[in-house]
């Protein structure tokens, strides 16, 4: 099941061109391209005639021919040149259209059929905040996105499967503390006054002149947006001091389902330190494609394969307090899709960014309501 009237990730907005592109969200065969004037499109990518791949066909223009039998599709979706049957073009000859917005340097696509709602897509703001820097990367995940959901509500894991990168005990001693507004659920882990996570500690000579068995306080604050959008607000800083005193992430989350059981996921890291620095670049890279590709992939695919197509939570999962952010965005999630069943139209849009960081302007430490 999935919620139809949402926007998803398709790509980044820089890998998109000319050429014809092909995505499958949410079981729909999507094909992408940009027009001559650089507006992405994107409509269905089967022919309605014998379900030919558009993508296989040619540009001409700002229409698409599939090179099967011939038929030239607008970008409208609809058949605008029939080489058969005199031309006669049927009302049945049109994939669907599907609505774009390119923001935060990616392509959105709105699958449902309600009017599409720009202000629905959640606040990534940061991606170009002024003195930060952005790298990204997408990996292809053999799992249903929600599982991939899960474990990002839910940081105890870095203690165990991620020893040696970002672990830390007391992330998982820590108070998880979680707010739901609106669509969004938020959650929050603060550890003041411990040691840094191995990742972290190898930042602070370099990034903050600390000495690297100093102690620190590290936050994560987590941002869910329905159906899967997630941006998580964490970093360390000398103890009682606010995120600008420290080493200061943002990284972003985006999980775009292909099926039940796979999810293409596209992420970015967006730092305050070492903005210019190649070394720190590569550093972030190498360690974020190391815990989410090697750590946390593995580990998914592993319980996506155990579960085969079941839902987890018809399975009776033991249930931990750690669980609760997770169970939070699963159950909105669900309210959701059933709401849109029953014909209900989108949810007001996500909860600006802003409005988080006000919340705790003056020290890295969360004011939300501990749960
Ligand atoms: S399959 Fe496309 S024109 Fe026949
Ligand atoms: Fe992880």
Redesign the pocket.
């Known amino acids: 099941m999935y919620l139809r009237n949402a926007w998803y990730v398709a790509c980044w907005a820089h890998e998109l061109g000319d050429a014809l592109e092909t995505r499958t969200i949410c079981e729909l065969p999507i094909l992408l391209y940009r027009k001559t004037d650089g507006e992405a499109v994107a409509i269905g990518d089967l022919c309605p005639h014998r379900f030919a791949p558009l993508h296989m066909g040619r540009r001409e223009g700002d229409n698409v021919r599939c090179m099967y039998h011939g038929m030239l599709f607008g970008e409208s979706g609809k058949c605008v040149e029939n080489p058969h049957h005199g031309g006669v073009i049927s009302p049945k000859m049109c994939v669907p259209k599907y609505p774009v917005v390119e923001k935060y340097g990616l392509i959105w696509v709105w699958t449902g059929d309600a009017e599409a709602d720009e202000s629905q897509i959640p606040d990534f703001g940061c991606y170009s905040a002024s003195g930060f820097k952005t790298i990204h990367g997408m990996m292809d995940v053999q799992a249903n996105y929600q599982l991939i959901t899960d474990?990002?509500l839910d940081?105890t894991?870095?203690d165990f499967?991620?020893d040696g990168t970002?672990s830390s005990e007391a992330i998982t001693t820590s108070k998880l503390e979680t707010l739901e507004q609106g669509s969004t659920v938020y959650a929050n882990r603060w550890c003041p006054d411990g040691d840094p996570p191995p990742v972290w500690g190898q930042l602070m000579e370099s990034q903050m002149g600390m000495k690297p068995d100093q102690r620190i306080d590290h936050w994560l604050y987590m941002r869910w947006d329905a159906p899967a959008h997630l941006l998580l607000d964490v970093g360390i800083s000398p103890v009682g001091k606010p995120r600008e005193d420290g080493a200061w992430v943002y990284t972003g989350h985006h999980l775009t389902p292909v099926s039940p059981t796979r999810t293409l996921y596209y992420w970015t890291v967006v730092r305050n330190h070492g903005v210019d620095d190649p070394d720190v670049e590569k550093f972030w890279q190498m360690s974020i494609e190391y815990?989410?590709g090697v750590?946390?992939k593995p580990?998914i695919e592993a319980q996506q394969a155990a579960i085969g197509t079941c839902d987890i939570d018809e399975l009776g999962p033991v249930a931990i307090p750690a669980d609760l952010a997770g169970g939070k965005a699963r159950r909105k999630l669900m309210q959701l899709i059933k709401g849109e069943e029953r014909g209900e139209r989108p949810r007001p849009g996500a909860s600006p960014l802003d409005e988080l960081l006000a919340r705790s302007a003056k020290s890295a430490a969360p004011v939300l309501p501990v749960v």
Do not use: G, S
């Open positions: 474990n990002l940081l894991h870095a499967l991620h970002l815990a989410f750590q946390d580990m």
